[in-house]
DNA sequence: CGAACTTTCTCCACTGAGTGGACAAAGAAG
DNA sequence: CTTCTTTGTCCACTCAGTGGAGAAAGTTCG
């Protein structure tokens, strides 16, 4: 199949777009009564849409208590595709033009072994997700990073978990090799994307998502628009003091939130707790899987661990202490947690709820959720694919 | 007079307005170099603006090789009111529609006695400049709290320092003694506005203004917007913590950023210092003056007392603590201090930028400017003016 | 001084987006 | 079968906006 080229012409066909696209398939009359737009203005913008094929009719609705209507939808045909690279794995999905998640796969990575490699790793991802048969080729990519990006190149700058990728063309590359049009984005920003589009965010405007994976960092989302700073590495938390004189952090400072809390920190404290004799629960799971993880603390914890309780309690309360600090600064609507660490749940809840709704002022904190993102590994793809989908479905 | 009634039509004229702002008096065809229309259009919303009083005809201009222009400039009649309460003193101003200072008073002033006093106070001083010749009366007023506020509404809301106030209808009630449009904001937002409208901020989308006064607020614009959060309480950093376990503080916390610097907190630790017979300079003022605030503290410093520097060091330390990570979580393009603190001017400059560029990390700190504000006390009148017209130069 | 060029401003015919009403098609309710 | 409701199409009309012609007012230079 030729893959789509076709663009938005106006304004109002990208909000029909959209509306379909989170709407899913609609009639002529359900898309008048979201814009603000006469029925013969409709018809005809309408009529354009299908015309570059971008929607396709979707046969007759059901009665509303007159003549049906015939339903329009979003070209089935759509492929999106969506990556998501980490720090030690990468994710790959192909959506259709609604989002929704037709294929999906997930492989252990190193991001430090440099973009050439990563980029062969994740083609062949996509080339086998084509392979089964989910589409004959994309319409469109989009791509997070573990760091910072410089947005409207597409370019990752100065990240210090992946030094070979400082200034390499990531979305030209990938749109060479693609042959589509390709947004790149830091991960944390597609996280939150994904969880405005179809998790915990879905009506709210100003809102943060804090992603503790390997490393941490916080997606800012103002006015329903992700905000990405001045030179793109807007909510790059990690760095933040968060123990004076605390722990001793890569980047040179002490006390970081990530030294003290993060997939890494968690894994080095608990084996060092294990080393130390102070949980027989930790030191069985060490000797049993040679190293430990954060799913292995997440364990010993429901198994009643006191030590491994601990460790994520303390955890929680340095991200709550700094996470207080942004509620009080940022006024959010809501707080997401995220990432892989999620899977400690309950007990890190608690404790970052804890910490921020004592030190944040009750103006802030009187009617903010602290939730657990919904849609947990399939928010950064989501993400990518909606990056993409909001950059093709706007006016050319 | 009679006062201006009228409103910009459509999205060309508030433009106009806007441009006749910012950029003084101007021909069509200078105007035209600065909008996308054609001549004929552009000559059309100028008449009707011409006819509604809002613009009025400016003679010729000089030639630019050519047939001379008839220049248009906003009517020079119109009078916004600014006005910016603060803890212990308020300003009232009287500007044009270019947003130009015509007269300025200041008056102490306790802002705990309650709106109704607070407002025959600011009335009267508004009837002075009146009498003065300097307005006939007022076609806009904005108007600063030292609060958070409700804003579309223009009631503040839970101030902790101004208790009295809490769900006061401001906006309300000024509008109905001025018989004129009213605007309420936070007054840090208004320095923020009035900063980027005539300050060092002209030109920067995204940036931060740390307003350190009887406390510390910050103001926070994001793509050119001033961004007040979900409840109005955005930039309340003031209990934000930057001593573990420090000083109490009134909000119940330890160890609040206000706690340990501000206005209020530098006064106090100065009469503490000359009464433990820390520093002579200081305690001579103390007896002098029969109390000490914080202009007591900056001179004593440029007299070389090492006690009152060390305060002043120690202040803009925990100051940078904080916007360290501010920076490194919204990484703006500029920072701006100011309020009634920034008196202590470069040694409180210097700490507080050794402390930023050491803990944030090089990609949001390498090219971030941290200077002074530029209008002193006048921001918040001007950014008052500034909110006012912002709202009556929009559509209607 | 007059001719040629520039800039500014006005006028006007034309385009194209968008509206709203009339009407036809298709179904529901009784 | 009649009446009412909803959906979709058609068409005349309005109005924002364009772009070119040309007049008005200046400058420059031979």
Redesign the interface.
């Known amino acids: 199949m030729r893959r789509m080229t076709a663009r938005p012409a106006n304004a109002h066909q990208a909000r029909l777009l959209q509306l379909l696209r989170d709407g899913g398939p609609n009639s002529r009359a359900q898309l008048g009564d979201q814009v603000d737009l006469s029925r013969s203005k409709l018809a005809v913008e309408v009529d354009r849409l299908l015309e570059t094929g971008l929607v396709v009719a979707d046969g007759l609705a059901a009665s509303r208590g007159g003549r049906r209507s015939h339903n329009v939808r979003l070209n089935p045909e759509l492929r999106f595709l969506g990556v998501d690279i980490g720090a030690t794995s990468v994710d790959v999905a192909v959506t259709n033009a609604e989002l929704e998640i037709l294929g999906h796969i997930n492989q252990p990575l190193d991001v430090r072994e440099g973009p050439v490699a990563v980029f062969e790793q994740v083609l062949s991802m996509a080339a086998k997700l084509r392979a089964s048969g989910l589409a004959e080729g994309f319409d469109g990519a989009g791509i997070g990073v573990p760091g ?1 990006v410089r947005f409207p190149e597409g370019v990752p ?2 990240p ?1 978990i992946m030094p070979g990728w400082d200034g390499f063309p990531v979305r030209e590359a990938l749109s060479q090799e693609l042959g589509c049009p390709v947004m790149v984005d830091n991960d944390v920003n597609l996280m939150a994307l994904g969880e405005q589009h179809a998790g915990v965010a879905r009506t709210q ?2 809102f943060l998502v804090v992603k503790i994976g390997t490393g941490i960092g ?1 997606g ?1 989302v ?2 329903g628009d992700v ?11 990690g ?3 968060a123990v ?1 004189d605390g722990r001793q952090c890569a ?1 040179g ?1 002490r006390g970081c939130l990530e030294a003290h809390f993060s997939g890494a920190a968690l894994a080095r404290d608990a084996t060092e707790a294990a080393e130390q004799g102070r949980s027989a629960e930790l030191a069985n799971r060490l000797e049993a899987n040679g190293g430990l993880s954060a799913a292995d603390v997440a364990a010993a914890a429901a198994a009643g661990d006191a030590t491994a309780l601990d460790l994520i309690r303390e955890g929680g309360r340095s991200t709550g ?2 996470i ?3 509620v ?6 809501l707080v997401v947690i995220g990432g892989g660490v999620t899977g400690l749940g309950h007990n890190l809840l608690a404790a970052i709820r804890t910490q921020v709704y ?7 904190t ?3 959720p602290i939730v657990l993102g919904e849609l947990g590994p399939t928010a950064g793809v989501i993400g990518a694919a909606r990056l993409i989908s909001d950059h093709l479905f706007s006016p050319a």
């Open positions: 910072p700058v100065a210090p405007q100003d916080c800012i103002v006015g905000y990405r700073g001045t030179t793109g590495s807007a909510g790059d938390i760095h933040i003091q004076p980047c400072n202490q700094v207080a600090g942004l009080s600064f940022f006024n959010p609507g004592r030190q944040s002022l009750p103006l802030a009187g009617n903010l």
